[in-house]
């Protein structure tokens, strides 16, 4: 079992649909990342979280650290958001590398 | 500001023989790291350097995997030999320090070892 879990792990929808992609991870953390990554390899960091939400333009991200759980969310989604989106966790303790979840491929159709 | 830099982009090998990654990291980062990335799946770090000691090792292959961060700055990742299952993308990164620091990564070397 992975350490950081995300799902789904392949999300097709129409442009304009509203998109949520969750992940959930098994310990404590000091931080969680939410990152983009285009065909090519290129990885864009997103939002880094610690607690509640954050918003940027059409990307919002929340945590609920009691739950161990993240979600992004894409209002009003465009082919351009097309990509795969990574959860990344910081341990609480510990080693200070990142973990990675497997990512999840979004396609937004026009 | 220059981004991370890494080089080749693309590289083709067969089993056995060696291989070397290049990667600059953004100016005045003193955390440096290498990441293995399998198709279908989420970076795992392979090593991470703090200035030109090493931090974290404990997940690269060190029978066969070596890099080095002589001066601090630019890093190189070599792979003696290439097995199939080293295909992958090799992503560097780097940040100002360590802890919450935000990661920048390169656009990484696609490497097809035949």
């Known amino acids: 079992k992975n350490e950081v879990e995300q799902s789904p792990q392949n999300l097709t929808a129409q442009e304009g649909e509203f998109i949520t992609i969750n992940c959930s991870y098994s310990?404590?953390?000091?931080?969680l990342h939410w990152l983009q990554q285009h065909p090519g390899g290129g990885i864009v960091s997103l939002f880094m979280l610690s607690s509640g939400k954050k918003k940027h333009g059409r990307l919002i991200a929340t945590i609920n650290i009691q739950e161990k759980h993240s979600s992004l969310h894409i209002t009003a989604s465009h082919p351009r958001d097309s990509a795969v989106y990574i959860c990344a966790v910081r341990y609480e303790r510990g080693a200070q590398k990142l973990v990675f979840g497997q990512g999840t491929r979004l396609t937004i159709n026009p | 500001e220059a981004g991370v830099a890494q080089s080749p982009r693309y590289k083709i090998i067969e089993k056995r023989q060696s291989v070397a990654f290049w990667c600059n990291p953004i100016?005045?980062?003193?955390?440096l790291y290498w990441y293995q990335q399998i198709l279908g799946q989420g970076p795992k770090l392979l090593i991470q350097f703090q200035n030109n000691g090493v931090v974290d090792d404990s997940q690269l292959p060190k029978d066969r995997f070596s890099a080095e961060r002589l001066k601090g700055v630019d890093s190189t990742l070599k792979i003696q030999p290439a097995k199939l299952e080293d295909s992958a993308v090799y992503l560097c990164?780097?940040?100002?320090?360590?802890?919450?620091?935000?990661?920048?990564f390169g656009p990484g070397t696609r490497l097809t070892v035949t």
């Open positions: 990164a780097s940040s100002l320090g360590v802890g919450l620091d935000e990661q920048y």
């Open positions: 310990v404590g953390i000091s931080a």
């Open positions: 100016s005045g980062h003193a955390t």
